[in-house]
């Protein structure tokens, strides 16, 4: 039987918590530590819905990518969104573990899960290296590669339409094929300076600004907000292979009711 403990020690090894950026707030945020888990549900983002569902489905946790817990908390009522979860979480006895930054730096993590669906091949470094870990190595945000052959943006827009599932792309079109490629799970607007300094033609990221694509546009650079939920939600199908190779009679289950909450017309 698996606890709380064990797959934190397991997240920890995979996606070692020291890793993340000193603005997170990863780990075990609610819950005993040795906590007995039978069934565990993943979701990206630790809504009501998802603890509701939990609790029908009958699992002791929940792992989520986003922790439900940032910033200071001061009460835990019903008064506000974390406090509200916070006390859903403990009135049914779920614990909350969340991988947030660090599984986004993790070698398999986030950027690697991502990089291969945009369509990465051959050797795939780092964006952006934030540190060295003693026995995973060189990690960061992001990931740079080149497709097996250059792509029109429209077939390109497609093909991730496709491998991401989104509800809509925002995009810019820089007039150039698609061949070398950067790409951030989430919001890494920020990041666009770096991928430029990559020699990429083309970034795909999430939660753009108005001034990103002015960016992209005055630097010739094709840009395609893929959506934060699409292009870190993935990520979750490496976990669960994580944890049903370490825990056999653990039963591990997608939030049914965690999904993309932008729609489009």
């Not at 996606?15 to 997170?24: G, K, T, V």
Request: hydrophobic share 40%; with cysteine; glycine share 10%.
């Amino acid at each position: 039987m698996a606890t709380v403990r064990d797959i934190y020690a397991l997240m920890n090894e995979k996606a070692p918590f020291s890793m993340q950026e000193s603005w997170d707030n990863s780990g075990l945020l609610v819950g005993h530590w040795d906590g007995e888990v039978r069934r565990v549900l993943l979701a990206l983002d630790l809504t009501p819905e998802v603890i509701l569902e939990a609790e029908r489905l009958g699992c002791e946790l929940i792992l989520s990518h986003h922790p439900v817990i940032f910033g200071g908390l001061k009460q835990a009522t019903d008064g506000d969104y974390t406090g509200k979860r916070v006390l859903m979480l403990a009135e049914r006895h779920i614990a909350a573990l969340c991988c947030h930054t660090c599984l986004d730096s993790a070698p398999g993590g986030v950027n690697d899960v991502l990089a291969a669906l945009c369509g990465l091949k051959g050797e795939i470094r780092l964006l952006e290296q934030s540190g060295t870990h003693p026995k995973l190595g060189a990690y960061g945000i992001g990931r740079v590669g080149s497709l097996s052959a250059p792509l029109p943006m429209e077939e390109y827009l497609t093909f991730l339409k496709q491998t991401l599932g989104p509800n809509g792309l925002r995009f810019h079109d820089a007039g150039k094929p698609v061949y070398r490629v950067a790409v951030g799970g989430g919001s890494c607007g920020s990041m666009m300076g770096e991928a430029l300094a990559a020699g990429c033609d083309t970034f795909v990221t999430a939660d753009l600004k108005h001034d990103h694509f002015l960016e992209a546009m005055d630097a010739g650079l094709n840009l395609i907000d893929a959506g934060h939920f699409c292009t870190e939600r993935p990520v979750m199908e490496q976990v669960k292979a994580w944890l049903t190779e370490r825990f056999p009679g653990l039963e591990v289950l997608d939030a049914c009711t965690n999904t993309e909450p932008i729609s489009y017309r």
